[in-house]
């Protein structure tokens, strides 16, 4: 079985770690930037994943979903954010903002998951800039959490 994980945050950094679990769980996953794959086919899965900037999910993420909606729709896909710059994605479940849940009805997604974020010096963008000089920025991605998300999503495939 073939997993595309498409990530927009943190240079990839969480769908790595999500890839890694899933190629240890004796599945086939690559991590891509999601602006970067060309087509859902060849997969029999999908993760997607995007940074949240402004309560919104990023652009190249949102882009791929709509891109690639009636092909998402025909198989598993599972979504993430990453973006609250404090500790609450650890201690509480965070519910999908408007836009993500509107692309979880259009794919049937099976589940969402929001990650803490990562905002750290060398950041592009003025608005990551400006929440950097006000010292509002740090990692807050909560890494075992992660793999066992993705132990998650690894037991629900190879159940299949």
């Known amino acids: 079985m073939s997993i595309a994980v498409g990530d927009t945050a943190h240079h990839l950094g969480v769908g790595t770690l999500l890839a890694g679990v899933l190629r240890e769980a004796g599945l086939a996953a690559e991590a891509r930037p999601a602006g970067s794959v060309p087509g859902v086919v060849p997969y029999d899965a999908v993760v997607v994943g995007g940074a949240l900037y402004a309560g919104r999910w990023q652009k190249d993420a949102r882009r791929f979903v709509r891109r690639h909606r009636r092909d998402l729709a025909g198989r598993p896909v599972w979504f993430f954010s990453s973006g609250p710059l404090d500790p609450s994605a650890s201690a509480r479940d965070i519910p999908p903002e408007a836009g993500v849940r ?55 495939l190879t159940a299949r």
Do not use: N, Q, S, Y
């Open 102 to 156: 509107r692309a979880m009805d259009r794919v049937d997604a099976r589940e969402h998951i929001t990650f803490g974020g990562c905002l750290e010096e060398g950041a592009k963008g003025w608005i990551a800039r400006m929440i950097l000089r006000e010292g509002r920025g740090g990692d807050f991605r909560d890494f075992p959490a992660i793999e066992a998300w993705a132990a998650e999503v690894a037991a629900e």
